[in-house]
């Protein structure tokens, strides 16, 4: 048997979007769809209240299963102290044949500059919050184009610049600050291990063990 090992690197920002179905670690949740996301109340911490932060999510398809060929492991935490509890995972999957990605495998080669530099919509409509990037059914009372998942993220949005931006009329989704609650952004590189066997462990300790009873022999006294 093999074991799968895990490494983070950087990686350009297009390699991290939905469409490469990415394993991350930070930055936005790189949704595959809109079915089953979760909403606010599961992505609050049960213990502070607060909505939990994206930390990583794995890609992991199930080949045997026709509605989970493409499908992705969420995992939040809470990163509020003193709290920094609440660890929750979601899954979100898609059958090979859907309306959102090609029934081949993802390009190689970065698509052409968009000038999107972040995803705020899902591809058949529902806003995704400015913050967090999970869903965002509430919506800024000035300008309606700013969507968020709570009351926390719009007041952090707010102090960020949306209180200057609000109401001009060249106000879009497409600028969005750093809000200082996101996690750094990697790529999680998968490499896979040969499995260390019992009777190997059991070699290298015999041979452990000898090395050192040679090093305390060769001591004086």
Not at 27 to 38: H, I, K, M, S, T
Not at 39 to 63: I, K
Not at 79 to 89: I, S, T
Not at 105 to 114: D, H, K, M, S
């Amino acid at each position: 048997m093999a074991a799968e090992l895990g490494f983070v690197e950087a990686a350009p920002a297009w390699r991290l979007r939905s469409e490469q179905f990415p394993s991350k670690v930070g930055g936005r949740p790189a949704w595959l769809g809109e079915a089953g996301l979760p909403g606010p109340p599961e992505l609050a911490c049960a213990r502070c209240g607060r909505p939990l932060a994206f930390l990583l999510q794995l890609y992991a398809p199930l080949p045997g299963r026709a509605d989970a060929f493409h499908r992705g492991l969420f995992l939040f935490c809470c990163r509020a102290p003193p709290c920094c509890a609440g660890l929750r995972v979601f899954r979100n999957q898609l059958p090979r044949k859907n309306d959102f990605y090609s029934h081949e495998p993802p390009a190689e080669e970065p698509p052409p500059e968009t000038g999107e530099p972040v995803r705020l919509q899902l591809p058949s409509g529902p806003r995704l919050c400015r913050v967090c990037g999970c869903l965002g059914p509430k919506t800024c009372s000035g300008c309606h184009r700013a969507h968020y998942c709570s009351r926390d993220h719009q007041t952090l949005d707010w102090r960020a610049g949306h209180k200057q931006a609000c109401g001009q009329a060249d106000n879009s989704d497409n600028t969005v600050p750093d809000h200082n609650f996101l996690f750094p952004e990697f790529e999680i590189v998968i490499e896979t291990e040969d499995e260390i066997t019992p009777e190997v462990l059991e070699r290298e300790d015999e041979s452990e063990v000898t090395g050192s009873m040679g090093k305390f022999e060769n001591l004086t006294y």
